[in-house]
């Protein structure tokens, strides 16, 4: 074997590996963890860091946000999120006096059910906002959460 | 670390419900030291991924208002009993863990 002809079969080699790297670990090539949306202070601007100027539609009667009205402590507060909504890409949750107002992206599968359940840690009274994204639109729902501890320590 | 992920993956029907919990500080760098007034530094997780048999079905970008010791529940059509789910986490500082089970 020249020095030529191994160089290129070490290149290719890499080349594959690299390939590989990427089929493995599909993260890699999807989505990065957005740095810039969670650094946004308030939910519009960080909205706008994900998905541009694209309009959020009401959809109230189409996204269960299930959450307290007064919560105790901030640092636990239970949320279920379910939707009737086709197809259902990602959901959002941001809390609009927090700060950092995204709390979470959650990208779904295709055979994944437009529902979640978590807890999150809230600031300060707020309203909770959700966004569900469905066939590249926006759909959201919010509701006003009164927080008696402050969960975050700011 | 090993041994932070408690996972259950039952199936009724055709869905399957994954309910997960992570242990984790999830510090959100807001807080200062009692005593010292020091800062305590952000140590969260921010990035969930769960996959049945090999694919990727839910992942999830976190900040730092996911609550203490994560509680993440969610469901997916098309298991069956004896699939393998993993659930893996990623924290800021590189930190992570991983956990597989099968639907039962």
Known sequence: ?154 | MAGTIKIRATLEGDVTTVKAQILHVMETGLFKDKKTGAPIPAHVIQEVTCTHKGTVVLSADWGIAISKNPYLAFTFKGGQKGDSITLSWVDNLGERDAIETTIS
């Open chain 1, 1 to 154: 074997m020249t020095d030529n002809s191994r160089r290129r079969f070490l290149m290719g080699t890499l080349a594959g590996a690299l390939w590989g790297m990427l089929l493995c670990f599909p993260r890699l090539a999807a989505a990065a963890w957005p740095a810039e949306a969670f650094r946004e202070k308030n939910s519009h601007g960080a909205l706008r860091a994900l998905f541009g100027d694209a309009p959020l539609i009401d959809a109230q009667d189409k996204i269960q946000l299930s959450i307290t009205d007064l919560a105790e402590n901030g640092a636990v507060v239970p949320v279920t999120i379910e939707s009737s909504l086709p197809q259902v890409e990602a959901i959002l949750i941001l809390v609009e006096k927090n700060p950092s107002a995204l709390v979470a992206r959650f990208t779904l599968g295709p055979n994944v059910n437009p529902f979640i359940k978590t807890n999150i840690k809230m600031a300060q009274t707020s309203h909770v906002t959700v966004v569900a994204v469905a066939g590249g639109k926006l759909y959201s729902t919010r509701k006003k959460v009164k927080v008696v501890l402050n969960g975050c320590g700011n």
